[in-house]
């Protein structure tokens, strides 16, 4: 059963403006959720994190939000550049436990 | 940031052969580790909790002494994949906690059974 899902596979974006990648989770037990971006054949990169006391984390270009109530979270980059683009995934676990990940989203960046 | 380092990076065995991963935290120490599979296009799927000096956590449908897990230190966690076939063809990350929540990743092991 997959807890934590990213409906859109893929995603294309012109440089410039805004990417946004959404996820959705099941279990109302989560309290940590992060965003990982990967690059093929390389270990996931931590991007930004967000906990369930807040519902908006802003890092540089990257924000996250977090709608407890729907169970969403999306990430929003904004300008998006050509080097953002990679596989994405939404992450999230309950404290002191393991991180359940999204199927992931494959963002393109048209120059 | 903390720094996870994963080793090989690629590796090619025979099959019916072992091979170890190893997965190390190489400037903090990690009480706990986590062993993830990645198949094409899909997600990252957990397959074992490691935690320092005890038996390793499995999830469910990980065969346990085809993976074995060794986490001997609070720097170093291994994974071997026992009498290799094909099918364990995959993407191996390890990822270590450093309290809190946050974990870090290792670059992987791309793992080629032929």
């Known amino acids: 059963d997959q807890q934590v899902k990213q409906n859109s596979p893929s995603l294309s974006v012109q440089e410039g403006r805004i990417s946004i990648l959404n996820c959705d989770y099941t279990n109302s037990m989560f309290d940590y959720f992060l965003w990982y971006k990967k690059y093929p054949a390389e270990g996931p990169t931590f991007l930004i994190s967000i906990s369930s006391i807040k519902d908006k984390n802003e890092d540089g270009r990257f924000t996250v939000f977090l709608n407890k109530s729907a169970k969403h979270l999306s990430l929003h980059i904004v300008p998006s550049q050509p080097g953002d683009s990679a596989v994405y995934f939404c992450?999230?676990?309950?404290?002191?436990?393991?991180?359940?990940f999204g199927t992931g989203t494959s963002l393109t960046v048209i120059p | 940031g903390a720094v996870v380092s994963q080793h090989p990076s690629w590796v090619i065995c025979k099959s019916g052969t072992s091979v170890k991963i190893e997965c190390r935290s190489l400037d903090f120490q990690a009480t706990t580790m986590f062993w993830y599979r990645q198949f094409p296009k899909q997600s990252l799927m957990l397959m074992a909790t490691?935690?320092?000096?005890?038996?390793?956590?499995?999830e469910q449908g990980v065969e346990k002494d085809k993976f074995l897990i060794n986490h001997a230190s609070l720097t170093l966690s291994t994974l071997t994949v026992t009498s290799a076939h094909p099918e364990d063809s995959s993407f191996y990350i390890c990822?270590?906690?450093?309290?809190?929540?946050?974990?870090?990743f290792g670059q992987g092991t791309r793992l080629t059974v032929v």
């Open positions: 490691s935690n320092e000096g005890s038996k390793a956590t499995y």
């Open positions: 992450a999230a676990s309950n404290t002191g436990n393991q991180f359940y």
């Open positions: 990822s270590a906690r450093r309290g809190g929540t946050e974990a870090f």
